[in-house]
């Protein structure tokens, strides 16, 4: 918990610097940190917090790859597809369906 709350704190600290900080962030990252310092502090739920970091987190590589794919100019290829709907499975089953449970 402790490594995601510094990746939080230096991603919107190198946001600001490059100028691409914007007020979404602004809220998301504060609610994450405080999200990830209440059960560091009062020493409960820390099981929770690590599995909604993980659901949270799971589909980064394939948003990443996606990304890394678009920018190489495959974007209209068929690894682009199959990584596009990956991304979204994992993103819409995690965050939309498993992570709520924990969470609340």
């Given at each position: 918990?402790?490594?995601?709350?510094?990746?939080?704190?230096?991603?919107?600290?190198?946001?600001?610097?490059?100028?691409?900080?914007?007020?979404?962030?602004?809220?998301?990252?504060?609610?994450?940190?405080?999200?990830?310092?209440?059960?560091?502090?009062?020493?409960?739920?820390?099981?929770?917090?690590?599995?909604?970091?993980?659901?949270?987190?799971i589909s980064n590589p394939?948003?990443?790859?996606?990304?890394?794919?678009?920018?190489?100019?495959?974007?209209?290829?068929?690894?682009?597809?199959?990584?596009?709907?990956?991304f979204i499975s994992m993103?819409?089953?995690?965050?939309?369906?498993?992570?709520?449970?924990?969470?609340?």
């Open positions: 918990m402790i490594f995601s709350l510094s990746y939080f704190v230096y991603d919107m600290i190198a946001m600001g610097i490059e100028g691409i900080l914007d007020i979404s962030m602004m809220i998301h990252h504060p609610l994450c940190m405080i999200g990830l310092l209440i059960p560091m502090y009062e020493n409960v739920s820390g099981n929770f917090c690590m599995l909604a970091i993980f659901l949270s987190e394939a948003m990443h790859l996606r990304h890394m794919l678009r920018l190489s100019g495959r974007r209209y290829t068929k690894a682009y597809e199959v990584v596009e709907v990956s993103y819409f089953y995690a965050r939309i369906i498993s992570i709520g449970p924990i969470v609340l």
